[in-house]
Protein backbone atom coordinates (compact mmCIF):
# COMPACT_ATOMS: atom_id res chain seq x y z
CA UNK A 1 0.00 0.00 0.00
CA UNK A 2 1.53 3.48 -0.57
CA UNK A 3 2.61 6.17 1.55
CA UNK A 4 -0.31 8.26 0.48
CA UNK A 5 -3.34 5.72 0.29
CA UNK A 6 -1.84 5.32 4.11
CA UNK A 7 -2.05 8.75 4.46
CA UNK A 8 -5.60 9.29 2.75
CA UNK A 9 -6.95 6.86 5.03
CA UNK A 10 -5.42 7.91 8.66
CA UNK A 11 -6.50 11.36 7.28
CA UNK A 12 -10.44 9.69 7.28
CA UNK A 13 -12.77 9.89 10.41
CA UNK A 14 -12.43 7.19 12.31
CA UNK A 15 -15.94 5.71 13.57
CA UNK A 16 -16.12 5.98 16.97
CA UNK A 17 -13.35 8.29 17.49
CA UNK A 18 -14.78 11.74 18.02
CA UNK A 19 -13.41 15.20 16.63
CA UNK A 20 -13.39 18.43 18.84
CA UNK A 21 -15.28 21.57 17.39
CA UNK A 22 -12.55 24.07 17.20
CA UNK A 23 -13.66 27.73 17.21
CA UNK A 24 -11.73 30.63 15.97
CA UNK A 25 -12.19 34.59 16.32
CA UNK A 26 -11.57 36.03 12.50
CA UNK A 27 -11.51 39.58 13.01
CA UNK A 28 -14.24 39.28 15.93
CA UNK A 29 -16.39 36.86 13.64
CA UNK A 30 -16.69 33.34 14.76
CA UNK A 31 -15.79 30.63 12.45
CA UNK A 32 -15.67 26.46 13.92
CA UNK A 33 -14.75 23.21 12.16
CA UNK A 34 -14.29 19.71 13.29
CA UNK A 35 -10.55 19.06 14.51
CA UNK A 36 -10.02 15.79 14.03
CA UNK A 37 -8.91 13.70 17.14
CA UNK A 38 -5.01 13.75 17.75
CA UNK A 39 -4.56 16.95 16.34
CA UNK A 40 -3.14 20.18 17.52
CA UNK A 41 -2.25 23.80 17.02
CA UNK A 42 0.76 24.07 15.41
CA UNK A 43 0.76 28.11 14.66
CA UNK A 44 -1.20 31.47 15.11
CA UNK A 45 -0.62 34.52 14.00
CA UNK A 46 -2.77 38.17 14.48
CA UNK A 47 -2.11 41.07 12.48
CA UNK A 48 -4.58 44.01 11.22
CA UNK A 49 -4.72 42.38 7.62
CA UNK A 50 -4.63 38.99 8.25
CA UNK A 51 -5.55 35.89 10.46
CA UNK A 52 -4.52 32.73 10.79
CA UNK A 53 -4.33 29.22 12.78
CA UNK A 54 -2.51 26.05 11.27
CA UNK A 55 -3.31 22.25 13.21
CA UNK A 56 -1.31 19.23 12.04
CA UNK A 57 -1.48 15.73 13.97
CA UNK A 58 -0.04 15.78 17.13
CA UNK A 59 3.04 13.45 16.78
CA UNK A 60 4.05 15.76 14.04
CA UNK A 61 5.01 19.51 13.49
CA UNK A 62 5.34 22.63 10.88
CA UNK A 63 8.16 21.72 9.63
CA UNK A 64 7.52 17.74 8.74
CA UNK A 65 4.20 17.59 8.27
CA UNK A 66 1.34 14.75 6.10
CA UNK A 67 -1.70 16.34 7.33
CA UNK A 68 -2.11 19.88 7.65
CA UNK A 69 -5.56 22.09 8.24
CA UNK A 70 -5.00 25.63 8.16
CA UNK A 71 -7.60 28.66 8.44
CA UNK A 72 -6.70 32.23 6.92
CA UNK A 73 -8.87 35.06 7.01
CA UNK A 74 -8.42 38.26 5.16
CA UNK A 75 -9.48 42.09 5.52
CA UNK A 76 -11.63 43.35 2.81
CA UNK A 77 -10.83 46.43 0.68
CA UNK A 78 -13.23 47.70 -1.61
CA UNK A 79 -11.11 46.25 -4.44
CA UNK A 80 -10.83 42.89 -3.17
CA UNK A 81 -11.22 39.62 -5.23
CA UNK A 82 -13.94 37.29 -5.77
CA UNK A 83 -13.24 34.10 -4.33
CA UNK A 84 -12.57 32.11 -7.84
CA UNK A 85 -9.92 35.06 -8.64
CA UNK A 86 -8.22 34.72 -4.81
CA UNK A 87 -8.00 31.38 -5.48
CA UNK A 88 -6.41 31.66 -9.16
CA UNK A 89 -3.87 33.80 -7.57
CA UNK A 90 -2.97 31.41 -5.03
CA UNK A 91 -2.75 28.91 -7.78
CA UNK A 92 -0.56 30.86 -9.57
CA UNK A 93 1.95 31.42 -6.72
CA UNK A 94 1.47 27.60 -5.75
CA UNK A 95 3.24 27.32 -8.82
CA UNK A 96 6.29 29.46 -8.54
CA UNK A 97 6.69 27.45 -5.24
CA UNK A 98 6.18 23.23 -7.24
CA UNK A 99 8.99 22.18 -8.33
CA UNK A 100 6.75 19.55 -10.41
CA UNK A 101 3.64 19.48 -12.30
CA UNK A 102 0.70 21.37 -10.53
CA UNK A 103 -2.50 20.17 -10.33
CA UNK A 104 -5.01 22.59 -10.41
CA UNK A 105 -8.89 21.02 -10.12
CA UNK A 106 -11.45 23.63 -9.92
CA UNK A 107 -14.52 22.38 -8.27
CA UNK A 108 -16.67 25.35 -8.59
CA UNK A 109 -19.23 27.59 -6.45
CA UNK A 110 -19.81 25.80 -2.73
CA UNK A 111 -21.85 27.54 -0.02
CA UNK A 112 -20.79 27.64 3.29
CA UNK A 113 -23.31 28.47 5.84
CA UNK A 114 -25.23 30.66 4.26
CA UNK A 115 -22.19 32.31 2.74
CA UNK A 116 -20.69 32.48 -1.14
CA UNK A 117 -17.58 30.40 -1.94
CA UNK A 118 -15.58 28.55 -4.14
CA UNK A 119 -13.69 25.06 -3.48
CA UNK A 120 -10.78 23.57 -5.62
CA UNK A 121 -8.25 20.88 -5.44
CA UNK A 122 -4.36 22.10 -5.79
CA UNK A 123 -1.74 19.82 -5.47
CA UNK A 124 2.13 19.99 -6.59
CA UNK A 125 3.78 16.60 -7.89
CA UNK A 126 7.05 17.46 -6.39
CA UNK A 127 7.39 20.43 -3.30
CA UNK A 128 10.35 20.89 -2.28
CA UNK A 129 10.24 20.94 2.41
CA UNK A 130 12.72 24.03 2.44
CA UNK A 131 11.96 26.97 4.87
CA UNK A 132 12.94 28.42 8.44
CA UNK A 133 12.85 25.96 11.12
CA UNK A 134 9.96 27.21 13.52
CA UNK A 135 11.39 25.39 16.36
CA UNK A 136 15.37 26.83 15.74
CA UNK A 137 15.07 30.17 13.29
CA UNK A 138 17.05 28.09 11.24
CA UNK A 139 16.99 27.31 7.65
CA UNK A 140 15.52 23.71 7.22
CA UNK A 141 15.47 21.41 4.49
CA UNK A 142 14.49 18.23 3.98
CA UNK A 143 13.54 15.42 0.82
CA UNK A 144 11.04 17.16 -1.55
CA UNK A 145 8.09 15.58 -1.76
CA UNK A 146 4.18 15.21 -3.09
CA UNK A 147 1.59 17.79 -1.72
CA UNK A 148 -2.10 18.19 -2.47
CA UNK A 149 -5.11 19.25 -0.83
CA UNK A 150 -8.81 21.16 -0.72
CA UNK A 151 -9.36 24.34 -0.87
CA UNK A 152 -12.32 26.64 -0.13
CA UNK A 153 -12.34 30.36 -0.12
CA UNK A 154 -15.78 32.14 1.64
CA UNK A 155 -16.85 35.23 0.92
CA UNK A 156 -18.88 36.95 3.94
CA UNK A 157 -18.69 41.10 4.81
CA UNK A 158 -15.58 42.64 5.38
CA UNK A 159 -13.68 39.33 4.83
CA UNK A 160 -12.04 36.47 2.58
CA UNK A 161 -11.84 33.11 4.87
CA UNK A 162 -9.49 30.43 2.87
CA UNK A 163 -9.51 27.18 4.62
CA UNK A 164 -7.57 24.31 3.13
CA UNK A 165 -6.58 20.41 4.36
CA UNK A 166 -3.64 19.07 3.00
CA UNK A 167 -1.13 16.13 2.52
CA UNK A 168 2.17 15.35 1.91
CA UNK A 169 3.56 12.00 0.98
CA UNK A 170 5.43 10.47 -1.83
CA UNK A 171 6.43 12.75 -4.88
CA UNK A 172 3.93 11.29 -7.54
CA UNK A 173 3.33 11.66 -11.42
CA UNK A 174 0.86 14.45 -12.22
CA UNK A 175 -1.69 12.09 -13.57
CA UNK A 176 -1.59 10.21 -10.58
CA UNK A 177 -2.92 13.13 -7.95
CA UNK A 178 -3.99 11.00 -4.75
CA UNK A 179 -6.74 13.91 -4.19
CA UNK A 180 -9.46 13.95 -7.32
CA UNK A 181 -12.91 15.09 -7.56
CA UNK A 182 -14.30 11.60 -7.01
CA UNK A 183 -12.76 11.62 -3.51
CA UNK A 184 -12.28 14.98 -2.07
CA UNK A 185 -15.91 14.77 0.48
CA UNK A 186 -14.22 11.84 2.16
CA UNK A 187 -10.78 13.57 2.50
CA UNK A 188 -12.69 17.19 3.82
CA UNK A 189 -15.63 15.23 5.84
CA UNK A 190 -13.58 14.82 8.48
CA UNK A 191 -13.24 18.89 9.19
CA UNK A 192 -17.11 19.25 8.30
CA UNK A 193 -19.63 21.30 8.97
CA UNK A 194 -18.01 25.11 8.61
CA UNK A 195 -19.89 27.00 10.44
CA UNK A 196 -19.72 31.14 9.92
CA UNK A 197 -22.40 32.53 12.22
Known sequence: MNRYLLLLLGLLP???????TQELSLFGKPFSFELPSGWKLAASENRADMVSAEFVPAQENLNQWGGLICVQSFKLSDDSPAAEVFLDGLAMQYQGS??????????????TDGHPGFHAILGCSR???Q???????????????????????????????LMHKSMRGDVFAGQNIPLTPANHSEFIASVLPLRLN
Open 14 to 20: ATGVLAQ
Open 98 to 111: CEGEVSYEKLGDVD
Open 127 to 129: MPN
Open 131 to 161: HVSMEESRLFFSTPEGEVGYYRVVSRPGQLV
